[in-house]
């Protein structure tokens, strides 16, 4: 028989992978940040503030008995916030490199002074844990929450172009999967960030299912440009392979279809 050990470990894996895609789902951004060379309007909270998130729960996870999946890909996550922190400093103007800068600065002092004082007063395991956690799961919420500001504008232009398939479900899948996780041996903490984290996530997809079906979005909202034209191509190759191989004719029209998404 599975050992509840076993599926929880199982279960976080996933969730690592899950939540490794949330990471990165910001590169589109950064590249075009990157070949502009200007941020432009693009703002640096969301990434700083996740750099203090993942900092809260890797120390969570070193204070917490077989936290190990919990700290690798926080550990990992912070790696990554860091590239798109730095990136965006590089690339900003004054006014708001030394906006991003202050706000850095000012987290890495609380966080530093945040673990000094937990280690430095006498037996702080009884409460070390609690505040920890409580502050990893106000801070994991408003992560989740920041894709649901996004709703008054969709509601307002009845475009979908302000919250990204992609990143809605992921944050959907996030919460579920590290929900899951928090229950088998329960975790408080992990529970309630993720399970709020759950809820948003439905309420995101719940918007983009609704706004997706009732008006007409983008082609390429959920597949990009390249590959629904590869799609496309590959379909159009099909139909002629199957009207050659039935002995009908191939029109004209077929070919042409293939070199305009070639």
Same mark, same amino acid.
């Given at each position: 028989?599975?050992?509840?050990?076993?599926?929880?470990?199982g279960?976080?894996?996933?969730?690592?992978?899950?939540s490794?895609?949330?990471?990165?789902?910001?590169?589109?951004?950064?590249?075009?940040?990157?070949?502009?060379?200007?941020?432009?309007?693009?703002?640096?909270?969301?990434?700083?503030?996740?750099?203090?998130?993942?900092?809260l729960?890797?120390?969570?996870?070193?204070?917490?008995?077989? #936290? &190990?999946?919990?700290?690798?890909?926080?550990?990992?996550? /912070?790696?990554?916030?860091? @590239?798109?922190?730095?990136? $965006? =400093?590089?690339?900003?103007?004054?006014?708001?490199?030394?906006?991003?800068?202050?706000?850095?600065?000012?987290?890495?002092?609380?966080?530093?002074?945040?673990?000094?004082?937990?280690?430095?007063?006498?037996?702080?395991?009884?409460?070390?844990?609690?505040?920890?956690?409580?502050?990893?799961v106000?801070?994991n919420?408003g992560?989740?929450a920041?894709?649901?500001?996004?709703?008054y504008?969709?509601?307002?232009?009845?475009?979908?172009?302000?919250?990204?398939?992609?990143? #809605? &479900?992921?944050?959907?899948?996030?919460?579920?999967?590290? /929900?899951?996780?928090?229950? @088998?041996g329960?975790?408080? $903490? =992990?529970?309630?960030?993720?399970?709020?984290?759950?809820?948003?996530g439905?309420?995101?997809?719940?918007?983009?299912?609704?706004?997706?079906?009732?008006?007409?979005?983008?082609?390429d909202?959920?597949?990009?440009?390249?590959?629904?034209?590869?799609?496309?191509?590959?379909?159009?190759?099909?139909?002629?392979?199957e009207?050659?191989?039935?002995?009908?004719?191939v029109?004209?029209?077929?070919?042409?279809?293939?070199?305009?998404?070639?």
């Amino acid at each position: 028989m599975v050992s509840a050990v076993f599926i929880r470990q199982g279960v976080g894996v996933v969730g690592n992978v899950i939540s490794l895609c949330l990471f990165l789902s910001p590169i589109p951004t950064f590249k075009s940040i990157w070949k502009k060379g200007a941020v432009e309007d693009f703002s640096p909270y969301p990434y700083i503030v996740t750099v203090l998130n993942c900092a809260l729960w890797v120390y969570y996870g070193l204070i917490t008995p077989n #936290s &190990l999946l919990v700290i690798s890909i926080n550990a990992a996550g /912070l790696f990554i916030e860091f @590239i798109y922190v730095a990136l $965006y =400093i590089l690339y900003a103007e004054k006014k708001q490199r030394k906006n991003a800068c202050i706000l850095s600065l000012c987290e890495i002092f609380s966080y530093a002074a945040l673990v000094l004082s937990c280690s430095l007063i006498p037996n702080p395991q009884s409460w070390r844990g609690v505040v920890i956690g409580w502050l990893c799961v106000f801070i994991n919420i408003g992560m989740y929450a920041v894709p649901c500001v996004a709703i008054y504008r969709v509601c307002k232009t009845k475009s979908l172009a302000y919250m990204p398939f992609w990143l #809605s &479900l992921a944050c959907f899948l996030n919460g579920l999967c590290w /929900l899951a996780y928090s229950l @088998i041996g329960f975790d408080k $903490y =992990i529970f309630t960030s993720n399970g709020a984290g759950l809820v948003l996530g439905v309420i995101q997809i719940s918007v983009i299912g609704y706004y997706l079906f009732k008006y007409p979005q983008p082609r390429d909202y959920i597949l990009p440009e390249w590959l629904l034209s590869k799609l496309s191509k590959s379909q159009n190759n099909k139909i002629i392979d199957e009207k050659a191989s039935g002995g009908r004719k191939v029109e004209l029209s077929d070919m042409v279809e293939i070199s305009i998404h070639s």
